[in-house]
């Protein structure tokens, strides 16, 4: 008979770590957080100077490649990316498969891990350059297959990609444009998009990140990697909370019912919480959520919205950020919280919004399947449990229990 107790008495060092909360699961050079002072850097560069400065390919460079490309290498880059755009031809019978009202999210989990059947010259993972083929097909087909989610949920035609225009710039047209028309890219509404795919291109071993690492680790092809971390961003606590914040700031409607929500957001007996408010890792302002602060008011004003959600998200914070409940549980604004009013006013409906973060965060999922790939201590992920079922007892036949 086994004897469990033993087991564990004699199995050495063991944690036990709901959450991994204070487990490390790899080694990283790709992203750096500090929570408690709000720092986020990517490869050693602050994330509020790269959303200023940089554009979204000078970050998957970087991230990808460990170094800002020079004005060459970006030209390189971006063409190589561009060669990429083109999605399969059968891809759209693919998608012709899925109901109309299918979620998008559910056509990305299924079309993202269907390339690996139409791209399987790049899955061989040992080969270094079938890794970058991958890559790159991953980060450039990721727009064009997003925009095609959207488009067969309208019931409007396939768009296919202007490689004349900027990665952003050619996403917005084959989201919003229409065939035989012409689409002009608003520059300001272009710029906003690249920063919030900027902010959401990498944010280190969270879910996602870490479910590709794990799919990975078993020496699953790149497509099907990234696939299951679609999957994993589906859930409303890590993808879907700037639809939830939307919604909730939608639902207090106007800044005079802001206290009500606050005070509801206090009470232990109600299960209502701030969506877009706290985070794991921030205990102090998420430098995300300042950018985003932001560009909200450039896309408003270069839009001309009056989004009255924009007055009640900033009377809201302000209130909160003056509310000793709120100061004592370091409870900040997170990148969530002004996302939403962004997406909304460029015209995705919420439906879309994950698969936007999607979008931008397939770039740092790519580097991350990159780096664990190449890391000489790579083992297949495995975690421990603590076992709390029942010892060892009889088998009783069928008719005797
Ligand atoms: N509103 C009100 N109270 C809150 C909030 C909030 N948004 N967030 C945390 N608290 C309170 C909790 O009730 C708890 O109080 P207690 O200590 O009296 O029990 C305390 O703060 C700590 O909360 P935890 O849930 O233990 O903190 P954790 O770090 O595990 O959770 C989380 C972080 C899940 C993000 C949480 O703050 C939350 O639910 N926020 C709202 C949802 C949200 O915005 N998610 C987006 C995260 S960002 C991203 O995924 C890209």
């Known amino acids: 008979v086994v004897d469990i107790r033993k087991f564990y008495a004699n199995t050495g060092a063991f944690t036990y770590d709901p959450g991994f909360t204070s487990t490390a699961s790899c080694q990283s050079k790709l992203t750096y957080i500090d929570g408690d002072e709000g720092v986020l850097l990517h490869r050693g560069y602050a994330i509020g100077e790269l959303a200023e400065k940089s554009s979204f390919m000078e970050v998957a460079h970087l991230l990808l490649n460990g170094e800002l490309p020079t004005k060459e290498e970006l030209d390189t880059f971006t063409w190589t990316i561009t060669r990429h755009t083109m999605v399969h031809e059968q891809l759209a019978t693919f998608f012709r498969g899925f109901r109309r009202d299918a979620h998008p999210m559910a056509i990305m989990c299924g079309v993202v891990g269907a ?124 993808g879907g909370a700037n ?38 890792v921030y205990k102090n302002y998420d430098p995300r959520a300042t950018v985003m602060q932001q560009t909200v008011r450039e896309v408003l004003s270069a839009l001309n919205v009056k989004d009255p959600v924009f007055d009640v998200a900033l009377q809201l914070e302000e209130m909160a950020l003056n509310d000793p409940y709120f100061v004592e549980k370091k409870l900040f604004p997170n990148v969530d919280f002004y996302s939403g009013v962004i997406l909304s006013a460029i015209g995705f409906p919420t439906s879309m919004f994950t698969v936007l973060f999607a979008l931008a965060r397939t770039v740092g999922w790519v580097a991350q399947w990159n780096e664990m790939i190449t890391d000489p201590d790579q083992k297949i992920g495995r975690p421990r449990q603590l076992y709390n079922g029942p010892t060892q007892r009889p088998y009783v036949p069928v008719g005797e229990r």
């Open 115 to 238: 390339l690996s059947a139409f791209y399987h010259d790049s899955t061989d993972i040992h080969d270094p350059q079938q890794r970058t083929i991958a890559s790159h097909r991953l980060i450039a087909k990721m727009p064009t297959l997003a925009a095609m989610a959207f488009k067969y949920s309208l019931g409007q035609p396939f768009l296919y990609p202007d490689n004349s225009l900027s990665y952003t710039g050619n996403f917005l047209r084959m989201t919003f444009g229409v065939p035989a028309e012409p689409y002009e890219v608003n520059p300001i509404v272009e710029q906003a998009m690249d920063r919030i795919f900027i902010l959401h291109a990498d944010h280190e071993q969270n879910a996602s990140t870490s479910t590709v690492r794990l799919a990975g680790s078993s020496g699953a092809n790149p497509f099907a990697c990234i696939a299951a971390g679609i999957a994993c961003l589906w859930g409303p606590a890590h």
């Open 243 to 280: 639809e939830a914040a939307l919604n909730m700031l939608r639902e207090i409607g106007t800044p005079d019912r802001i206290p009500e929500f606050i005070a509801r957001a206090k009470d232990k007996n109600d299960p209502f919480r701030l969506m877009g408010f706290g985070h794991r």
